[in-house]
């Protein structure tokens, strides 16, 4: 599936994580920034990823801005943003939620 375009969702407080998508050429290409990249990073990225793969999204650039999320506000954050970037708001897919 392609990206229609841009799009970002969520915040930079605590406990929350910043996402924003962009078209890609190259597959898909993280750029984490976060306080517990050491711990958790590969985490992190393992769960975009898997959303993005949910949604058969194979090339994506992703910055992502973690201030200690967890796990469940990552997904809910990517799912918003993937939405967004594929202008599905009106049309989830339910299946990937």
């Known amino acids: 599936m392609e990206i229609k375009q841009?799009?970002?969702?969520?915040?930079?407080?605590?406990?929350?994580?910043?996402?924003?998508?962009?078209p890609g050429t190259n597959g898909i290409q993280i750029?984490?920034?976060?306080d517990v990249i050491k711990?958790?990073?590969?985490?992190i990225k393992d769960t975009i990823t898997q959303v993005l793969k949910d949604y058969g999204?194979?090339?994506?650039?992703?910055?992502?801005?973690?201030?200690?999320?967890?796990?469940?506000v990552i997904k809910a954050r990517?799912?918003?943003?993937?939405?967004?970037?594929l202008d599905l708001v009106d049309q989830p897919n339910w299946e990937v939620l």
């Open 39 to 43: 711990q958790f990073g590969s985490q």
């Open 78 to 85: 990517t799912i918003a943003v993937v939405q967004r970037a």
């Open 6 to 22: 841009n799009a970002t969702a969520g915040t930079l407080e605590s406990s929350d994580i910043q996402i924003s998508l962009a």
């Open 31 to 34: 750029d984490l920034q976060s």
């Open 57 to 72: 999204i194979e090339n994506a650039q992703v910055k992502a801005v973690d201030k200690g999320a967890l796990d469940l």
